[in-house]
């Protein structure tokens, strides 16, 4: 197979293409996988730390404290894919995501529309577009000739790098909205400078402001130009044979041999009938969550939510138990580096967190900054600090009693620092590989395959981030 650096120079191919092409063999030669990001990762904060004056001692009881911290989001993340899977690989969904597939007439068109639909998908759930885009992207590549499987995977990626956080699902929007899910040191600091003197900021005022909608716009637009131009010529593409990954129908229905004497028990296994009624166990405690449950119905839509959503989706979509248990064990694998790399994350997250290292960076910036100035450095600040704490809802609880206070002090909108913050939290994703790991799993590729792309589109993207939050503050009142 020839190598990325030989396969750029076939053809004219534009100046974007031949950039992204050369971010990839970079990545390709020089960028460690994800597991070796997360290693270096640790050594840099530990460093980072010591640096700044924190006791060695400390940081290393912060890093064992913060390792174990994310066991419930790891737990939930693996059930994501799993479950994600689970629903995709259904003759239903199957066949849904087999037609989309056939859409495109030729690579530039597939890699524009695998953007679009990441778009689309992640401004209504992240969760959701993260699996949904990759199995898509995955069919694609297999049915659309010489499409490049790099390209078309880091397509299913960016919607996470771009719009998410301004979505249906953007964490820290919906917290500051609720105020069970908002801790009340928040919501005293919202407070103090808000005319009706409430700790909360409705969704209005973050969300659906006129500003965040013309941002999603905006980049939505600019990402899809990209996308275009970044596509590689047809003699430039690397198919997934190149890569030596085979790629299988989306859906391929497997009867078991069956017994030619059945045993009683295989009744159970083959028929609908115990799958119907836990499912209407299951919509029933749903309904039941939506009515009663507290905060508005976003807020209900958590990732336990989503999971069980899954699970009694795939329950009805393979309809026979034993289709269930065996789509599952073909999903399990996928979440394999989830399971190894996320309390690695865990101990990044608690050298960060449960030190004076945040709050230092943060405090630095705040000092240097005026009205003007102080978005851009609060989605700057956002963006690094998401490269080593990529989990933007544990974050900002951490983050807002000094991100708000300040932006009260400094006269700038509450809500729209809210925005900001998400953006910044949002480009960081392009840079490293912590919200890559389910769709890598799932495509069969590594992160250096990808984050030529990735970093190509930050390079455009997140400057626009830092101009538009600039501007756009300046149109805002405040509190």
Same mark, same amino acid.
């Given at each position: 197979?020839?190598? !990325?650096?030989?396969?750029?120079?076939?053809?004219?191919?534009?100046?974007?293409?031949?950039?992204?092409?050369?971010?990839?063999?970079?990545?390709?030669?020089?960028?460690?996988?994800?597991?070796?990001?997360?290693?270096?990762? $640790?050594?840099?904060?530990?460093?980072?730390?010591?640096?700044?004056?924190?006791?060695?001692a400390?940081?290393?009881?912060?890093?064992?404290?913060?390792?174990?911290? &994310?066991?419930?989001?790891?737990? +939930?993340?693996?059930?994501?894919?799993?479950?994600?899977?689970?629903?995709?690989?259904?003759?239903?969904?199957?066949?849904?995501i087999?037609?989309?597939?056939?859409?495109?007439?030729?690579?530039?068109?597939?890699?524009?529309?695998?953007?679009?639909?990441?778009?689309?998908t992640?401004? @209504?759930?992240?969760?959701?577009?993260?699996?949904?885009?990759?199995?898509?992207?995955?069919?694609?590549?297999?049915?659309?000739?010489?499409?490049?499987?790099?390209t078309?995977?880091?397509?299913?990626?960016?919607?996470?790098? $771009?719009?998410?956080? +301004?979505?249906?699902? %953007?964490?820290?929007?919906?917290? !500051?909205?609720n105020?069970?899910?908002?801790?009340?040191a928040? +919501?005293?600091?919202?407070?103090?400078?808000?005319?009706?003197?409430?700790?909360?900021?409705?969704?209005h005022?973050? @969300?659906?402001?006129?500003?965040?909608?013309?941002?999603?716009?905006?980049?939505?637009?600019?990402?899809?130009i990209?996308?275009?131009?970044?596509?590689?010529?047809?003699? +430039?593409a690397? $198919?997934?044979?190149?890569l030596?990954?085979?790629?299988?129908?989306?859906?391929?229905?497997?009867?078991?041999?069956?017994?030619?004497?059945?045993?009683?028990?295989?009744? &159970?296994?083959?028929?609908?009938?115990?799958? !119907?009624?836990?499912?209407?166990v %299951?919509?029933?405690?749903?309904?039941?969550?939506?009515?009663? %449950?507290?905060?508005?119905?976003?807020?209900?839509?958590?990732?336990?939510?989503?999971?069980m959503?899954?699970?009694?989706l795939?329950l009805?979509?393979?309809?026979?138990?034993?289709?269930?248990?065996?789509?599952v064990?073909?999903a399990?694998?996928?979440?394999?580096?989830v399971?190894?790399?996320?309390?690695?994350?865990?101990?990044?997250?608690?050298m960060?967190?449960?030190?004076?290292?945040?709050?230092?960076?943060?405090?630095?910036?705040v000092?240097?900054?005026?009205?003007?100035?102080?978005?851009?450095m609060?989605?700057?600040?956002?963006?690094?600090? %998401?490269?080593f704490?990529?989990s933007?809802?544990?974050?900002?609880?951490?983050?807002?009693?000094? !991100?708000?206070?300040a932006?009260?002090?400094?006269?700038v909108?509450?809500?729209?620092?809210?925005?900001?913050?998400?953006?910044?939290?949002?480009s960081?994703?392009?840079?490293?590989?912590?919200?890559?790991?389910?769709?890598?799993?799932? @495509?069969?590729?590594?992160?250096?395959?990808?984050?030529?792309?990735?970093?190509?589109?930050?390079?455009?993207?997140?400057?626009?981030?830092?101009?538009?939050?600039t501007?756009?503050?300046? $149109?805002?009142?405040?509190?």
């Amino acid at each position: 197979m020839d190598t !990325v650096d030989s396969i750029a120079t076939r053809g004219k191919g534009n100046l974007l293409s031949r950039i992204a092409l050369r971010f990839t063999a970079w990545t390709e030669k020089w960028m460690p996988d994800a597991f070796g990001f997360v290693l270096v990762g $640790t050594l840099v904060i530990l460093a980072a730390g010591m640096l700044t004056g924190e006791g060695t001692a400390k940081l290393i009881d912060s890093w064992g404290k913060g390792f174990w911290s &994310l066991i419930p989001f790891t737990l +939930q993340m693996a059930m994501i894919i799993i479950g994600g899977y689970v629903v995709a690989t259904s003759r239903i969904l199957s066949r849904l995501i087999a037609w989309i597939a056939t859409l495109p007439g030729d690579a530039r068109q597939a890699v524009v529309m695998t953007a679009f639909i990441s778009m689309f998908t992640s401004y @209504l759930n992240w969760a959701f577009s993260l699996i949904f885009t990759a199995i898509l992207a995955k069919e694609i590549a297999r049915v659309v000739d010489r499409v490049d499987y790099r390209t078309i995977s880091a397509m299913g990626f960016v919607g996470l790098g $771009t719009v998410w956080a +301004q979505g249906l699902s %953007g964490s820290a929007a919906l917290q !500051v909205a609720n105020g069970v899910s908002s801790p009340a040191a928040i +919501q005293s600091v919202i407070a103090s400078a808000r005319p009706d003197h409430t700790g909360l900021i409705p969704l209005h005022e973050t @969300l659906f402001l006129w500003q965040s909608v013309a941002c999603v716009g905006i980049l939505a637009v600019v990402v899809l130009i990209l996308a275009w131009f970044m596509a590689p010529t047809p003699e +430039q593409a690397v $198919t997934a044979e190149d890569l030596g990954i085979h790629l299988s129908p989306v859906y391929v229905e497997e009867e078991p041999a069956r017994q030619q004497k059945p045993r009683p028990g295989d009744f &159970l296994e083959h028929s609908p009938v115990v799958t !119907v009624l836990v499912v209407l166990v %299951g919509m029933a405690y749903l309904v039941r969550h939506f009515h009663h %449950g507290a905060g508005s119905v976003f807020d209900r839509l958590d990732l336990n939510t989503i999971n069980m959503i899954l699970i009694l989706l795939g329950l009805l979509l393979h309809w026979r138990p034993y289709r269930m248990a065996e789509a599952v064990k073909k999903a399990t694998p996928s979440a394999a580096s989830v399971l190894l790399q996320y309390p690695l994350y865990g101990g990044i997250f608690g050298m960060i967190v449960y030190t004076g290292l945040s709050e230092r960076i943060a405090h630095f910036l705040v000092h240097m900054a005026t009205g003007t100035l102080y978005p851009g450095m609060i989605a700057l600040y956002s963006f690094i600090l %998401g490269i080593f704490v990529p989990s933007a809802g544990s974050k900002w609880v951490i983050e807002a009693p000094y !991100v708000i206070g300040a932006a009260n002090l400094l006269h700038v909108n509450q809500g729209w620092m809210v925005v900001v913050y998400d953006l910044g939290e949002a480009s960081a994703n392009l840079v490293q590989p912590f919200w890559m790991l389910p769709i890598l799993a799932i @495509l069969g590729l590594k992160a250096r395959d990808i984050m030529g792309y990735t970093f190509t589109f930050c390079l455009f993207c997140f400057p626009l981030v830092l101009i538009m939050v600039t501007l756009f503050a300046k $149109t805002l009142p405040f509190p």
